[in-house]
């Protein structure tokens, strides 16, 4: 035989030569305790990297909310040949639905930066869409043109714009009007062609008005919060569309100028701008949550912004609170 059997009772264990029971038994101890070991580290490595890819995730999510937010705030007070809000008006003729405060929505120029602070809207038939307003989120509403010239200025109005909220302007003044109410031509008074190798005359755009607000559902889950915006639709109307899921808080103020020297002065919420000051920019926070639990991590801590606190959640879920000065390009102009 090659091999041989010593007797249990001599201390060899049967089958194995040179191992007795006891080293044996130590072998397999040392042995389940690396395995342990690297299943430890294989489990936080995976957590650890759960955690990375969560904070990425909150940061896309967050980059994405304020490019949106901050490329729409840049332009608020723009309105094409005119710098001034006072000389805008209404045509005879403009006609808005009932909505968000009706006319008052698409007319308020003065009020180019405006909301409301911790709660949402007050006007009548204007509810929030995908479940409730999130408690304590601010409003954001910014008023404009559209960045995109009609080109070439003409006296009649395409097709495409005849039902739509549109701002015709020239150095000295503007008026908002909806085409199809004057048989789908521009106001009179404006030019009505340019002039080749000269500047424009008379500029003729969309209006934009967009409201920014917190739901507290979302498209990809109930209890989920988004970040939304009302804006003007065709119709002419307002629409109600999700701008990224993940945003669970909105909080503004506004830099103004109050002694006219082209500098901030003072920040405050919306609502609080005193007559006669001039919005320079705005201060935004943007608070965004993962939407998976992490149950290595819990929220324990309350976080103070603008003039809003968000107490402890004691949840599992990974938050993160960005904010950014936004300058507005129009406003001082």
């Known amino acids: 035989m090659t091999g041989r059997t010593v007797n249990h009772r001599g201390g060899r264990w049967p089958g194995i030569p040179g191992f007795s029971l006891v080293e044996l038994l130590v072998a397999l101890a040392i042995a389940a305790f690396a395995i342990a070991g690297a299943l430890t580290l294989c489990i936080k490595a995976h957590d650890l990297q759960a955690a990375l890819d969560s904070q990425a995730r909150l940061q896309e999510t967050a980059r994405y909310a304020l490019a949106i937010v901050e490329t729409d705030l840049r332009m608020a007070g723009f309105w094409g040949l005119t710098s001034e809000p006072a000389v805008v008006i209404a045509n005879t003729s403009l006609g808005f639905p009932a909505k968000c405060g009706g006319a008052t929505w698409v007319m308020s120029t003065a009020r180019f930066i405006d909301g409301s602070n911790n709660t949402y809207l007050a006007a009548p038939n204007c509810p929030a869409v995908s479940g409730t307003a999130k408690p304590g989120a601010d409003v954001l509403i910014v008023r404009r043109a559209s960045g995109q010239r009609v080109i070439p200025q003409r006296p009649s109005v395409t097709a495409a714009n005849r039902n739509r909220v549109?701002?015709?302007?020239?150095?000295?003044?503007?008026?908002?009007?909806?085409?199809?109410?004057?048989?789908?031509?521009?106001?009179?008074?404006?030019?009505?062609?340019?002039?080749?190798?000269?500047?424009?005359?008379?500029?003729?755009?969309?209006?934009?008005?967009?409201?920014?607000?917190?739901?507290?559902?979302?498209?990809?889950?109930?209890?989920?919060?988004?970040?939304?915006?009302?804006?003007?639709?065709?119709?002419?109307?307002?629409?109600?569309?999700?701008?990224?899921?993940?945003?669970?808080?909105?909080?503004?103020?506004?830099?103004?100028?109050?002694?006219?020297?082209?500098?901030?002065?003072?920040?405050?919420?919306?609502?609080?701008?005193p007559d006669g000051a001039v919005p320079l920019c705005v201060r935004l926070w943007l608070r965004v949550r993962a939407q998976e639990r992490d149950n290595a991590y819990r929220d324990d801590r309350s976080v103070s912004y603008a003039d809003h606190t968000s107490p402890a959640s004691g949840d599992a879920f990974r938050r993160l609170l960005i904010t950014k000065t936004v300058q507005l390009r129009s406003a001082a102009s």
């Open 166 to 273: 549109m701002i015709v302007t020239n150095h000295a003044r503007g008026e908002i009007f909806v085409p199809q109410d004057i048989a789908n031509t521009i106001p009179p008074g404006y030019a009505t062609a340019d002039i080749a190798g000269e500047p424009p005359l008379a500029d003729t755009r969309a209006l934009s008005v967009t409201a920014y607000y917190v739901s507290s559902n979302s498209s990809v889950a109930t209890g989920y919060p988004s970040l939304r915006r009302k804006t003007l639709i065709a119709g002419p109307d307002i629409g109600d569309e999700e701008v990224v899921a993940g945003v669970e808080d909105l909080q503004f103020q506004v830099g103004v100028d109050t002694n006219d020297d082209a500098s901030v002065d003072l920040f405050v919420n919306a609502g609080a701008v």
